[in-house]
């Protein structure tokens, strides 16, 4: 009987051990991308020319068209939940769409 018992001490360990991670990524110190719109480098390619919401926590961004921060770029200093929707702080029109490449982040 001693098998399971370290087994399910092994399991409740890595349960333990990522919850620190977890909590990191969702820290307001994090800038996370999502595809779904509700919710100084290029994007990963899994979210390039299709970022729909973010959000960027204490962070300032400045989102470019091109790679290598170059091309037409809006700024947003809050989470942005429609990136297909006019509106925002410095009057973001929406014709930007969600075809960002790259994205410069400052405090």
């Given at each position: ?99 960002v490449s790259s994205a410069i982040c400052s405090t």
């Amino acid at each position: 009987m001693l098998f399971p018992t370290t087994l399910l001490f092994a399991a409740l360990t890595t349960l333990v051990s990522s919850a620190p991670l977890l909590e990191t990524r969702q820290a307001a110190t994090v800038v996370r991308f999502y595809t779904e719109k509700d919710f100084g480098e290029n994007l990963p390619t899994s979210v390039k020319d299709s970022v729909s919401s973010f959000k960027i926590g204490v962070y300032k961004c400045r989102f470019f068209e091109h790679d290598g921060c170059t091309g037409k770029s809006q700024w947003f200093d809050e989470d942005w939940h429609n990136m297909r929707a006019r509106g925002g702080n410095y009057g973001y029109k929406g014709d930007q769409n969600d075809e960002v490449s790259s994205a410069i982040c400052s405090t």
